[in-house]
């Protein structure tokens, strides 16, 4: 897999030129690599994307900083200046640190049976099916398994120890992680008394341009229909998306999440660690599901914030509540004390 | 892997000669493929299971359709009367859309050190093991790794990058998906002041017949004695069977689903979406388990389903109670409500 | 993958003298096996660490028995003593179910870019990158993938199919089970507008010495620092331990935990199984979290145990709490008994 990256450097002023943003203090300083405002020392940039450590300014080490024009209004040091430092930040590390193969054109140790750009790289103990279609570029670690027919768009790269099964369709600038998924059957299975009649699951899974999976996620092919992953979906690791899910473009399931069959989930969606979504149910456009909840209704009104487990509830409500949850004991005790008052003003009566 | 299937197709009455079932109308109406109600078109076949769709019949392109003997009655149009319409479409979609190895032999990138018999089809970059055992026509795809002394039942099929521990033993007709891991060590460890001593796992796990595994599942080696999947269980992706557990048949546990070390499980229970059972429980045949529960108890009585988390209760009782749970804040409001006014009257008095 | 072991058997004596602890009783009474005093039988060695099981003592048919001095006392049969007995059983079953490799040297279906001692058993379809620096006796199993610059103290042994991410460190007798993904990109994403611009993840994961890792467990490399995992670490199946965690050493992470990034864990801390902790929390030195927990705010004082979901609470509490959540609709009916009666000394006032 990938090589050490060489040292690259870039200065200031290259930065600026490349990514846009205004160069304010000396534009020949050079730049080896990012950090934070805290760790930051010679050759290092750093950027303030939050307000919280503002004070850090006064004392960072860092060669230069990312700033808004806000920020870099009362800062001293060499910094670019740029509306959305920590997007900006993401780009200087990616110039800093690119993402090389490590080797090109097809290793002798891969089986390959369809024919493939000579553009790609292919590592060793890599299986490619017949009739698959590689973009340009397309890189595919070692010990990946491409089923046949599948399509891999251009930019696309694949980690080691990657299944796609037979059918399934990546867009371009794909990233997947090790040991993920893609396309397995659904889980689906007629019953007949006790046991259980497999269904055949025909469709297949359709991811879109700029999706990132992460390692062992799973994503199951459609049962009928496709599975659909939206341009832009950023999905973490261990998640498991069930047949015929539709995630609406720029959506972000985090680590652990669960979704169940045939939900359907709007654009730019999130989904917290752990969340899970049972079956047949549809997310409004920008919901966002707290971390370690269930959703177990549709969620209509778009742009809202989901807390709880059984049941779920808008967050305000549930922080209301979960309050109350803690005093639950206590809240028993002043009832029965209520009982007792109540009893003795009775039999006085 | 599994290469595009050539196009196949059968007429209504091939089909319920194959299947059974009663005709009803022009026989010789050739069916391509499964669909729904509502997007069938030319050549396909759909099905009526839920009464809910019973509309949809009127207004139906499918070719032909599968249908109850009451269903029936009121149809013009042809179909196949069937008393379980949905395992019957679960079986016309497996006749027209058979799962096929898309190879067959051993592939010679494949490392093996056992006989198996000439029916079986092992892919590209498979290991297998020394005394390895398989049954007639096993399937395994590219990048499996099988162990020493595992024994594979007739009519296996495992996907690419699954791994089977050393001794594991399968049953026939056994579906593994991509990634799963069957037979790692148990997570046992004896304590010794603040560090841990690893307890070897010395069982197997055997899985009966007729099972399917889901992709990235993992099922623990016993530590004593064995781990045990009974016949015809159905494992969805992403769950986790911890060691010594007991399945027992036809039972089914949805994707992200955890079940702890030594328990038992009877016949035909259902564990929904990411439930969790702890240790040492016995849950009785037929139990089922909603989806986000955790189990904490043993559970006695046969055929119940239970729904929670902290505590788990009957799903009666649940939904009774969770609906309390919203308005626990105006409980309490309630509550304070009535210690003012007793305290109004108590000082009136 | 491993072989069956050949059978191995050892006498009373030679135990001892190995591990430790006085025999009372015949010392040349010979031990092939570990078993449990309720199963054990001829040549098969039992333990008593739970006095629950006392009373198997009487019964029990094992050749001998591992106690501790109280319980020694009373016993009349063959028997090892030893302050733990449970360590001790962990350590008979290691001596007579050793852990072989059942292969030695580098495979020639291995793809191996690095020098690697003589020492060490690499599999089939391994692929082992560049500047990879293995310790001695390293067994990797076939099908891994080792990036480049990775390093690999000695002693480790790697089950079939795992995955190592460029430039991370494996201290000495680590152990990772098949499916695991050590060192894929943490998930770090900068918003910009409605999508996400993709943050280099340039940390590494560093393992310290003796930690298990379960199968299809993941661990991410850092974003700017390094993800670790200290020494004695246990960690079992589908774990997901995001970037920039730091797990002290002997902690314990049962199956299907998620741990979100930045998440700072004391010496000796144990989740139970599925339990979640959000991001950037820290948990103090041997905080206990109960199975399917979910902790969302940091945990100062050491050594307590937590419990629940929404909120969490300690674990006493929450016991007490729970009882009422399930009374919950009882509660609410007794508040509503108390206005009504309320409203009748208020009318009859």
Redesign the interface.
């Known amino acids: 897999?990938?090589?050490?990256a060489k040292v690259i450097s870039f200065t200031l002023a290259e930065i600026a030129a490349q990514l846009g943003g205004d160069v304010l203090g000396d534009g020949d300083i050079r730049i080896f690599?990012?950090?934070?405002l805290a760790?930051a020392g010679e050759g290092e940039i750093a950027f303030l994307?939050n307000r919280k450590y503002r004070g850090q300014l006064q004392t960072t080490r860092a060669a230069a900083v990312l700033l808004s024009p806000a920020d870099a209004a009362g800062y001293a040091g060499a910094c670019i200046v740029t509306a959305?430092p920590?997007?900006y930040?993401?780009?200087v590390?990616?110039l800093l640190?690119p993402?090389q193969a490590?080797f090109c054109g097809v290793?002798p140790?891969a089986?390959v049976d369809s024919v493939v750009p000579d553009s790609v790289a292919i590592?060793?103990?890599v299986?490619i099916?017949?009739?698959v279609e590689l973009g340009d570029s397309v890189v595919i670690?070692?010990?990946c398994?491409i089923?046949?027919?599948v399509r891999i768009g251009a930019g696309s790269m694949l980690?080691?120890?990657v299944?796609v099964?037979?059918?399934c369709e990546l867009g371009e600038r794909v990233?997947i992680?090790?040991?993920a998924?893609i396309g397995?059957?659904g889980?689906?299975?007629?019953?007949?008394g006790?046991?259980?009649?497999?269904?055949?699951q025909?469709g297949i899974v359709r991811i879109g341009n700029?999706v990132?999976i992460?390692?062992?996620t799973?994503i199951?092919r459609g049962a009928?229909?496709d599975t659909l992953i939206g341009d832009?979906c950023?999905i973490?690791?261990?998640v498991?998306i069930?047949h015929n899910c539709r995630i609406g473009?720029?959506s972000?399931l985090?680590?652990?999440v669960?979704i169940?069959g045939s939900v359907t989930m709007g654009?730019?969606c999130v989904v917290?660690?752990?969340g899970?979504v049972?079956g047949h149910l549809s997310l409004a456009e920008g919901t966002t599901i707290s971390?370690?909840s269930?959703v177990?209704k549709s969620i209509n009104e778009p742009g809202q914030r989901y807390?709880?487990?059984?049941?779920l509830?808008t967050h305000d409500?549930?922080v209301?509540?979960?309050?109350?949850?803690?005093?639950?004991?206590k809240?028993?005790d002043?009832?029965s004390e209520?009982?007792k008052?109540?009893k003795e003003?009775?039999i006085?009566?």
């Open positions: 897999m990938q090589q050490p690599q990012v950090s934070t760790a994307a959305n920590y997007a930040y993401a780009r590390a990616s640190n993402v490590g290793h140790g089986t590592g060793p103990q299986c099916g017949r009739n670690h070692a010990g398994v089923g046949d027919g980690y080691p120890n299944t099964y037979h059918g990233i992680h090790s040991g998924v397995a059957d889980f689906g299975f007629a019953p007949e006790k046991s259980w009649v497999k269904i055949p025909i700029d990132e992460g390692a062992n799973t199951d009928l229909e832009g950023k973490d690791n261990l498991q069930a473009p720029n972000v985090a680590g652990c669960g169940a654009e730019h917290g660690g752990a899970m049972t971390a370690g269930l177990m807390t709880g487990v059984f049941p509830d409500d549930w209301h509540n979960a309050a109350h949850i803690r005093r639950l004991g809240l028993a002043r009832v209520l009982e008052k109540l003003i009775e006085r009566d």
